[in-house]
């Protein structure tokens, strides 16, 4: 399994965040601490900003900063609302498997639970 560069910008951003608490930040900050392209990170904010995790303010003085507590950010509700998830072309829409018990979807499915179930155990928190 590949996490995509815009989930890991999403974690990156938001650890950044997290340390960070109490003032705010800019896109600008966070893209020259980690060498990443502002304009990958503006698509970001708009993310974050609309799930709730950050708050964003806007003007001269704004930035960025957590919405919510660090410890009530799960890193694999992260990643289920910003990975696609589908690793079998049949995992898509039902009955585009030919095989009545398929295995390789059974197998599929139990690594792609045991990969979530480790990101389940974690918060952002846990990341400082």
């Known amino acids: 399994m590949r996490i995509t560069q815009f989930t890991d910008f999403s974690l990156r951003m938001l650890m950044y965040l997290a340390a960070n608490r ?9 893209a020259e601490h980690h060498g990443i ?26 930035g960025m900063a957590l919405a919510r507590e660090p ?12 990975e696609n998830l589908t690793m079998l072309p049949c995992f898509e829409s ?20 045991a990969f979530l179930a480790v990101w389940d155990e974690r918060n952002l928190a846990d990341m400082l």
């Open 71 to 82: 410890s009530e950010i799960n890193l694999g509700a992260l990643l289920r609302a910003h």
């Open 37 to 62: 392209s502002g304009a990958h990170l503006r698509k970001v904010v708009g993310k974050l900003s609309e799930s709730g995790h950050i708050r964003a303010v806007r003007g001269k003085n704004g």
């Open 94 to 113: 039902a009955g585009t498997c030919r095989q009545e018990d398929c295995k390789l979807r059974d197998l599929t499915t139990r690594a792609l639970d």
């Open 22 to 30: 109490g003032r705010l930040v800019s896109v600008g900050e966070i």
